[in-house]
T-cell receptor, first 115, second 111 residues
Framework: DVKVTQSSRYLVKRTGEKVFLECVQDMDHENMFWYRQDPGLGLRLIYFSYDVKMKEKGDIPEGYSVSREKKERFSLILESASTNQTSMYLC??????????????FGEGSRLTVL | AQRVTQPEKLLSVFKGAPVELKCNYSYSGSPELFWYVQYSRQRLQLLLRHISRESIKGFTADLNKGETSFHLKKPFAQEEDSAMYYCALPSITGANSKLTFGKGITLSVRP
């Protein structure tokens, strides 16, 4: 059973703080993704990684960075949190393949509130 | 550019009524399309993909290339179908690929 685990389910931070969101998967997946989920806006891709130390920007990378030092772990970093980054953050992983595209397995989400 | 459009935000029906959740796409080439579902307090998960041509939990979705649509249908809705539904389309960038989601639609099935 594929497991994607996000270490923090709920976080409350202050504006300007540095925030780390951690995600670990146990299925040896090459691809890992970070999305944010907002009502009315759906899921928007922040960053993704297709291999260790490799990363690509998604649709909304501004204000975020990522780290993938090990295959199973993908971290999302908010260098200086702002109130407009209050959101639900979803991590996902998948096997690496272009056709057919492989199923994404999601974590439970990390709800971040920035005050 | 690849794009997925879900034109409605909310669909509310009574139990036993038919359901159609709309999804339109913009894609050059032969698309792959997916429906993901998120039930209350559960993680987002795959519901079905068009290449499988299967029915999951009574839901089906047919790819209509002429209308560039991939609508999700169920003839008789159940209360347990209440959830958030997302249509999704992969886009390939070089040797890599990512999944683009629509804005989602909330399905509410009333008793």
């Amino acid at each position: 059973d594929v497991k994607v685990t996000q270490s923090s389910r709920y976080l409350v931070k202050r504006t300007g703080e540095k925030v780390f969101l951690e995600c670990v998967q146990d299925m040896d997946h090459e691809n890992m993704f970070w999305y944010r989920q907002d009502p009315g806006l759906g899921l928007r891709l922040i960053y993704f990684s297709y291999d260790v130390k490799m990363k690509e920007k998604g649709d909304i990378p501004e204000g975020y960075s990522v780290s993938r030092e090990k295959k199973e772990r993908f971290s999302l970093i908010l260098e200086s949190a702002s109130t407009n980054q209050t959101s639900m953050y979803l991590c996902a992983s998948s096997l690496k393949a272009t056709r057919p595209f492989r199923e994404l397995f999601f974590g439970e989400g990390s709800r971040l509130t920035v005050l | 550019a690849q794009r997925v459009t879900q034109p409605e935000k909310l669909l509310s029906v009574f139990k036993g009524a038919p359901v159609e959740l709309k999804c339109n796409y913009s894609y050059s080439g032969s698309p792959e399309l997916f429906w993901y579902v998120q039930y209350s307090r559960q993680r987002l998960q795959l519901l079905l993909r068009h290449i499988s041509r299967e029915s999951i939990k009574g839901f089906t979705a047919d790819l209509n290339k002429g209308e560039t649509s991939f609508h999700l249908k169920k003839p008789f809705a159940q209360e347990e179908d209440s959830a958030m539904y997302y249509c999704a389309l992969p886009s390939i960038t070089g040797a890599n690929s990512k999944l683009t989601f629509g804005k989602g639609i909330t399905l509410s099935v009333r008793p």
